[in-house]
């Protein structure tokens, strides 16, 4: 008999070769699902890392997006605080103007305080402008304590000082139109009128708009008849300062404007010009009438009032016209017996300012009048209207009868006696 044990142990040893084939297909199947499997999980888990890293992006996107919002509203705020910042400087510019202009006003306040005080007797001597100057600053006891270290001006505010000192360092607003500079906004801005014809300010009397406020303040004083600005000479107002210190000339004697032909000084440069027609010649206004020309028109619209006989100025003295308000002035001094024009080289004086200077020219010699076609000079105008009618034969002076003409008017008044039968005496 054979062994059985052997046997036994060879099945033990190869347990594979007694399994069923279907299992082993079976088992072969179920692992080829499970890797099928885990191949798709690997791809899920792919495809969540991916998600992972699309939702990472999203939400740095987000964060960038918050940042750009947060950004947008810090550039809207700082140009918010450019505007108020704007809007300070413009405040603080108007600010300064008005404390200057306070200071100005207090100054001319206590000015008139020191002139009240130091008032002028007659025969006294009035108070020098240094000196008004110097009572003022001591009844005040206020120095300007910034002073420009440059030019060495001085200002009681020291914003005004910061403001003066844009002119030495060159940071100025600057007129785009015509360059001109200004030392802030606020004066710049107002000067842009010019360029625009902007007159924002209105006169509530009669409607008559204006680019500067001061100019409407001036404007104001013709209807409500102010005149603040007083001579302490002698009393007389004025509307305006220019108007005081043109009128302070007659009592300065000063002539700031002079003659670039003969040298000649006046108190305006309006007596200036007139005066340049002197040496012109230049008579471009003729009278309709009479053919007579003028150099100025408001000479030619006096000369009218001859042939139209208006006299409008009547003086209740003796009841006598004339066509001008200035010759019943100097008319009225003949009842009144003023001469209030007297002669610097004698004691001789005059009624008419004219009068004094051609009775001054027989102390200096001075014959300012040429004749334009001969050598010879005179010291009265009319002196040499009436010799230049010798070279130019002009007769302007027609009898209204028999249309003779003379050259001087003393030669047609004795004519007329021949019609009138009057006889010279």
Same mark, same amino acid.
């Given at each position: 008999?054979?062994?059985?044990?052997?046997?036994?142990?060879?099945?033990?040893? #190869? $347990?594979?070769?007694?399994? #069923?084939?279907?299992?082993?297909?079976?088992?072969?199947? %179920?692992?080829?699902?499970?890797? =099928?499997?885990?191949?798709?999980? &690997?791809?899920?888990?792919?495809?969540?890392?991916?998600?992972?890293?699309?939702?990472?992006?999203?939400?740095?996107?987000?964060?960038?997006?918050?940042?750009?919002?947060?950004?947008? =509203?810090?550039?809207?705020?700082?140009?918010?605080?450019?505007?108020?910042?704007?809007?300070? %400087?413009?405040?603080?510019?108007?600010?300064?103007?008005?404390?200057?202009?306070?200071?100005?006003?207090?100054?001319?306040?206590?000015?008139?305080?020191?002139?009240?005080?130091?008032?002028?007797? $007659?025969?006294?001597?009035?108070?020098?402008?240094?000196?008004?100057?110097?009572?003022?600053?001591?009844?005040?006891?206020?120095?300007?304590?910034?002073?420009?270290?440059?030019?060495?001006?001085?200002?009681?505010?020291?914003?005004?000082?910061?403001?003066?000192?844009?002119?030495?360092?060159?940071?100025?607003?600057?007129?785009?139109?015509?360059?001109?500079?200004?030392?802030?906004?606020?004066?710049?801005? &107002?000067?842009?009128?010019?360029?625009?014809?902007?007159?924002?300010?209105?006169?509530?009397?009669?409607? *008559?708009?204006?680019?500067?406020?001061?100019?409407?303040?001036?404007?104001?004083?013709?209807?409500?008849?102010?005149?603040?600005?007083?001579?302490?000479?002698?009393?007389?107002?004025? *509307?305006?300062?220019?108007?005081?210190?043109?009128?302070?000339?007659?009592?300065?004697?000063?002539?700031?404007?002079?003659? #670039?032909?003969?040298?000649?000084?006046?108190?305006?440069?309006?007596?200036?010009?007139?005066?340049?027609?002197?040496?012109?010649?230049?008579? $471009?206004?003729?009278?309709?009438?009479?053919?007579?020309?003028?150099?100025?028109?408001?000479?030619?619209?006096?000369?009218?009032?001859?042939?139209?006989?208006?006299?409008?100025?009547?003086?209740?003295?003796?009841?006598?016209?004339?066509?001008?308000?200035?010759?019943?002035?100097?008319?009225?001094?003949?009842?009144?017996?003023?001469?209030?024009?007297?002669?610097?080289?004698?004691?001789?004086?005059?009624?008419?300012?004219?009068?004094?200077?051609?009775?001054?020219?027989?102390? *200096?010699?001075?014959? $300012?009048?040429?004749?334009?076609?001969? #050598?010879?000079?005179?010291?009265? &105008?009319?002196?040499?209207?009436?010799?230049?009618?010798?070279?130019?034969?002009?007769?302007?002076?027609?009898?209204?009868?028999?249309?003779?003409?003379?050259?001087?008017?003393?030669?047609?008044?004795?004519?007329?006696?021949?019609?009138?039968?009057?006889?010279?005496?």
């Amino acid at each position: 008999m054979s062994d059985p044990e052997p046997c036994r142990m060879k099945h033990a040893e #190869d $347990p594979e070769e007694q399994r #069923d084939p279907m299992e082993v297909k079976e088992e072969s199947e %179920e692992l080829s699902e499970v890797k =099928e499997e885990s191949e798709e999980l &690997s791809e899920v888990k792919e495809e969540s890392e991916e998600l992972s890293e699309v939702k990472e992006e999203s939400e740095e996107l987000s964060e960038v997006k918050e940042e750009s919002e947060e950004l947008s =509203e810090v550039e809207e705020e700082s140009e918010e605080l450019s505007e108020v910042k704007e809007e300070s %400087e413009e405040l603080s510019e108007v600010k300064e103007e008005s404390e200057e202009l306070s200071e100005v006003k207090e100054e001319s306040e206590e000015l008139s305080e020191v002139k009240e005080e130091h008032h002028v007797k $007659p025969g006294e001597k009035p108070l020098s402008r240094s000196k008004t100057k110097k009572t003022l600053l001591n009844k005040r006891g206020v120095k300007k304590s910034f002073t420009c270290t440059q030019c060495g001006k001085s200002y009681t505010a020291k914003q005004s000082l910061q403001h003066h000192m844009r002119i030495h360092t060159g940071e100025l607003f600057k007129c785009d139109q015509c360059g001109k500079s200004f030392t802030t906004k606020q004066r710049l801005k &107002s000067h842009m009128r010019v360029h625009t014809g902007e007159k924002p300010f209105t006169c509530d009397q009669c409607g *008559t708009s204006f680019a500067q406020k001061h100019h409407l303040t001036k404007h104001k004083r013709i209807h409500t008849g102010e005149k603040s600005h007083m001579c302490v000479q002698c009393g007389n107002s004025f *509307t305006t300062k220019q108007s005081l210190v043109r009128h302070m000339r007659i009592h300065t004697g000063e002539k700031p404007f002079t003659c #670039d032909q003969c040298g000649k000084t006046f108190f305006r440069t309006s007596h200036m010009m007139k005066h340049l027609t002197v040496h012109t010649k230049e008579k $471009p206004h003729s009278c309709s009438v009479c053919g007579k020309s003028f150099s100025l028109l408001p000479y030619l619209h006096a000369h009218q009032k001859i042939h139209t006989d208006m006299r409008e100025y009547v003086c209740f003295e003796c009841g006598k016209s004339f066509t001008t308000a200035n010759c019943l002035k100097q008319h009225q001094r003949i009842h009144t017996g003023e001469k209030p024009y007297k002669c610097s080289h004698c004691d001789k004086r005059f009624s008419r300012s004219k009068s004094l200077k051609t009775h001054e020219r027989i102390h *200096t010699g001075e014959k $300012p009048y040429k004749c334009s076609h001969c #050598d010879k000079r005179f010291s009265h &105008s009319s002196h040499l209207k009436t010799h230049e009618r010798i070279h130019t034969g002009e007769k302007p002076h027609m009898c209204v009868h028999c249309r003779t003409s003379f050259r001087h008017k003393s030669s047609l008044k004795l004519h007329m006696r021949v019609h009138t039968g009057r006889k010279t005496i």
